[in-house]
Every structure is written in C-alpha cells, then in structure tokens.
C-alpha cells in the first residue's frame, strides 16, 4: 500500500502594523506549496549583477509559473492595501543573492532604502534560506522622522540624507546595515525563515539584515537566497 503524499501546510498570514505611520507589513508562511521544487528551480538560474540598481548581489529571473501564482496574492493585498484595486501586476520577480563584500559597498549600499515613491506599490522579499543568513528590517529616519517616502518627502528627504552620509564618512568603515544607527532607528524586523514571505510598501524605508557573507555567499544553494518580486496594484 503506498502512503499519501505529502501534505502542504497551508499558508499563515500575519498582519502587522509598524512604526509611527503604522504601516502594514504582511508576513505568510508556508507561501508557496511546491518551493522545494522552486529552490531547485534557483540553483541553475543565470545569476547576473544588475549595473541598474544598487542590489549588493546578483539575480536571476523567477519562473512564469512562480509570477502566474503570485495573482493569488490579489484579494489579500486588496483588503490590506489597496481596497479599490482590481489588477495587479508583476513588475519584476528574481532570485537573489546578497553576495558583495562589505569592503566593496557603496555608501548608499550602506544605509536603509526605498524601492519606489509610488504609494501602490509593494515589495515581497520571499526566503528560500533560513535565519543564519539574517531577514528584513525596516527603519525610522531619525532627523525627519520619515518612515515611507513619498514624492513630497524625497525633495527634503534627499538632500538631507545626502549631507548626512558624507558626515558620517561611511567610505571609511563599509558594513552592511545592523539595527538602529545615529541615523536611523529600527522599528521593525522580520527573521528570514524558508518559504517565508514579508510583503511592504515599497516606499517604507528598509535594508536586508546582511550578517557576514562566506566564500560560498554566491552559491545559490549556501547562500542568502531570496526572491525580490515588485507588485503593481491598480
């Protein structure tokens, strides 16, 4: 008699808002019902450094299947962010892998960022690694006490970030971002764990918590490896 297969565990979502600005952060486990499959997927991609963004690593594009899926993601996202949204759309969906050595950082790889001023779009960091290889944490400007930028906010938050980091001299000690700084405080972090999805706005200020990076940090099956999906609702 052959035994059943196997059985998914169902995805678990979680709702949580941070921060002043009380901004939703989504966090499902168990995302994806076949991510063993898709890790095996990520271990032949065609990982390349993309000269177009400031990602400290490399990326591969994710299968159609994997994009496809992600439109089950509609109604939850509607009811969380965007309650008039009838579509959504997969901007760009990649494996990654944070693989640059700190000493080759650029000061703006240094800091917390944001991904867009578009108030609707989202960002989904989904983990195909576990806790070793460090989550996702989400921070305060400390001296405008911005939490999301918007078109509005970047003309004063911009300029001021800008002067900032060359006071702080960041070329002189390159590190990954760690917790709260004299210029940022953290108010939120979510632990990688596989088959973990944290969903944000994109405009929330943000930073992978990169912890030391090993020979193998390239490596798709050692390394910190992630899918970075961008989703447009509309």
Not at 41 to 52: F, I, K, L
Not at 75 to 95: C, D, E, G, N, T
Not at 206 to 225: K, T, V, W
């Amino acid at each position: 008699m052959q035994s059943a297969a196997p059985v998914s565990p169902k995805p678990a979502v979680v709702c949580q808002l941070i921060g002043t600005e009380q901004t939703p952060l989504l966090v499902i486990d168990h995302l994806f019902p076949a991510c063993d499959w898709l890790w095996q997927q990520a271990q032949h991609g065609d990982y390349q450094a993309d000269p177009a963004n400031f990602y400290p690593g490399v990326r591969a594009p994710t299968p159609q299947s994997y994009q496809q899926a992600l439109q089950d993601l509609l109604p939850l996202l509607q009811q969380v962010y965007v309650p008039q949204a009838k579509q959504m759309r997969v901007l760009s969906s990649a494996f990654s892998l944070a693989c640059k050595p700190a000493e080759q950082l650029k000061p703006i790889q240094m800091l917390p960022h944001f991904d867009t001023v578009e108030p609707h779009q989202l960002a989904m960091v989904h983990y195909l690694c576990d806790g070793r290889h460090g989550g996702t944490a989400f921070y305060r400007h400390r001296y405008t006490g911005f939490e999301r930028i918007s078109a509005e906010r970047l003309q004063s938050y911009g300029p001021v970030l800008k002067q900032q980091a060359m006071a702080a001299r960041l070329h002189e000690a390159p590190r990954y971002m760690h917790g709260s700084s004299a210029l940022f405080q953290q108010i939120g972090e979510v632990e990688a764990c596989f088959n973990r999805a944290v969903i944000y706005p994109g405009n929330l200020l943000h930073s992978g918590n990169i912890r030391e990076l090993s020979a193998a940090a390239a490596d798709p099956a050692q390394g910190r490896l992630t899918i970075s999906s961008f989703l447009q609702l509309f």
